[in-house]
């Protein structure tokens, strides 16, 4: 792990550098890293991977999709992420994409299983690198968990 997230909570920074990993091979589109890091990603606490992979989602569609996000605007990330990651990854599964994308806003089909934790692993560090663009990880994961910290303390 990188000193880059030891400003973190101890149970946050294995799953912030796992993410860090997986987001960086994917946006290299190097299959061989994005392996190991998905397989780092997927060995965490399950329930703070999801809420941290779910919220920093929930904060790209909020930055990308400033003036609100509709049902067009979430099938047209949906589309784009799965069209241009199937391009390097043939693994890409669009029915999970569009899960961890109605999860992220809340709007998940609770008798829907969820994804196993390497697909949700996989598949998040594809979204959030297809959502990123240009934009720097750091900024958003440590937005994501500041937001979940102030939820966890006001509740």
Do not use: Y
């Amino acid at each position: 792990m990188t000193n880059q997230w030891r400003h973190l909570p101890a149970p946050a920074r294995p799953i912030a550098a796992a993410v860090d990993a997986a987001v960086t091979a994917a946006r290299a589109h190097d299959i061989e890293a994005l392996a190991t890091a998905v397989d780092e990603l997927a060995a965490q606490d399950r329930a703070q991977a999801s809420l941290i992979l779910g919220t920093t989602v929930r904060l790209l569609l909020e930055a990308t999709h400033q003036d609100g996000l509709d049902g067009d605007d979430v099938r047209e990330v949906l589309e784009q992420c799965v069209r241009t990651s199937a391009q390097w990854h043939p693994e890409v599964d669009p029915h999970v994409v569009l899960i961890l994308l109605a999860g992220s806003l809340g709007v998940h089909d609770d008798e829907e299983p969820p994804p196993k934790p390497d697909a949700q692993a996989l598949h998040s560090a594809l979204l959030i690198a297809h959502l990123l663009g240009p934009r720097p990880l750091p900024e958003f994961l440590t937005l994501a968990l500041g937001e979940i910290e102030h939820t966890q303390l006001n509740d």
